[in-house]
């Protein structure tokens, strides 16, 4: 049984930080891409970043690039979102995904339950 256990959402004010974390448990970790998603109310749930299993290679949402930083541990077990310059429009539920890679929901096979994150304006 995997599992993928997000944290890190709250609330905070416009321009705030925060850091998301997820971590994976179950069967023996992979070589799976790790990706961050995102559900806004009303909305369907889009791509915001992904980092390969090495680390090496990451990819970003174009309306979060320069604002937010992918990255993943060196037991490669845990994967960071690091927000910054947080407007209004990034509230969301954020779901952490492990699959195949890219930007469509239908290439992740693993799924967390969602933190919620809100900025406040």
């Known amino acids: 049984q995997v599992q993928l256990v997000e944290s890190g959402g709250g609330l905070v004010q416009a321009g705030g930080s925060l850091r998301l974390s997820c971590a994976w448990s179950?069967?023996?970790?992979?070589?799976?891409?790790m990706a961050w998603f995102r559900q806004a109310p009303g909305q369907e749930r889009g791509f915001v970043a992904a980092?390969?299993?090495?680390?090496?290679?990451?990819s970003y949402a174009n309306f979060v690039k320069g604002r937010f930083t992918i990255s993943r541990t060196s037991a490669k077990n845990t994967v960071l979102l690091q927000m910054n310059s947080l407007k209004p429009e990034d509230t969301a539920v954020y779901y952490c995904?492990?699959?195949?890679?890219?930007?469509?929901?239908?290439?992740?096979?693993?799924w967390g339950q969602g933190t919620q994150v809100t900025v406040s304006s």
């Open positions: 995904a492990a699959g195949l890679g890219g930007s469509t929901q239908e290439r992740y096979t693993y």
């Open positions: 980092i390969s299993w090495s680390g090496g290679s990451t």
């Open positions: 179950g069967r023996t970790f992979g070589s799976y891409t």
